[in-house]
């Protein structure tokens, strides 16, 4: 049962365009979302997070969105730059104390010169 | 602040060896999880442990993987023996204790293991 999915394995934009990275979850006990990148062997690294109490939450050039009805959410990057390509994850948990995240297959992200 | 850290980086073994990953955390890190990740896939968490004691070990296939984590600090994930769908990066994450808002978690570099 794969409670948290991204549906696009890869995405290829041109530098400087918007970078748009899908999410969806269906467990409605999710409250909190994350995003990390990860770049070929390391380890993810944390991005940017939203608590369910909020619907945008921005920082520099990503912001991500949350669309609870839908339980959906999106990552943009704008202006995509090519050290944004790399693999990226959306993780759920239940509980902002709780740790345990649940993560999406990733989304691979190309930035083109 | 050092990272997490992680050894051996690579292993290749054959099927039904045994192997065993070390994790060490960043220092003050009361919770630490090992994560699974198959290629293709996103990280699955094995275990959680808050401090020396197991939080969730629900996901672990108990029969082959272990985890323990001595005096709360450093941690190892042993599998005995390994089968070929074990095959994956092994990978250990710690989070500060809880203040407000989420602590996120930091993941060290991994290991990934081949079973032959």
């Known amino acids: 049962d794969q409670q948290v999915k991204q549906n696009s394995p890869s995405l290829s934009v041109q530098e400087g365009r918007i970078s748009i990275l899908n999410c969806d979850y269906t467990n409605s006990m999710f409250d909190y979302f994350l995003w990390y990148k990860k770049y070929p062997a390391e380890g993810p690294t944390f991005l940017i997070s939203i608590s369910s109490i909020k619907d945008k939450n921005e920082d520099g050039r990503f912001t991500v969105f949350l669309n609870k009805s839908a339980k959906h959410l999106s990552l943009h990057i704008v202006p995509s730059q090519p050290g944004d390509s790399a693999v990226y994850f959306c993780a759920a948990s239940a509980g902002s104390n709780t740790g345990k995240l649940i993560f999406g297959q990733g989304t691979t992200l190309q930035v083109k010169p | 602040e050092a990272g997490v850290a992680q050894s051996p980086r690579y292993k290749i073994i054959e099927k039904r060896q045994s192997v065993a990953f070390w994790c060490n955390p960043i220092s003050g890190h009361a919770t630490l999880y090992w994560y699974q990740q198959i290629l293709g896939q996103g990280p699955k968490l094995l275990i959680q442990?808050?401090?020396?004691?197991?939080?969730?070990d629900s996901q672990l296939p108990k029969d082959r993987f272990s985890a323990e984590r001595l005096k709360g600090v450093d941690s190892t994930l042993k599998i005995q023996p390994a089968k070929l769908e074990d095959s994956a990066v092994y990978l250990c994450?710690?989070?500060?204790?809880?203040?407000?808002?989420?602590?996120?978690?930091?993941f060290g570099p991994g290991t990934r293991l081949t079973v032959l």
């Open positions: 994450a710690t989070q500060a204790p809880y203040s407000s808002g989420y602590n996120e978690q930091f």
């Open positions: 442990f808050q401090n020396n004691g197991v939080v969730d």
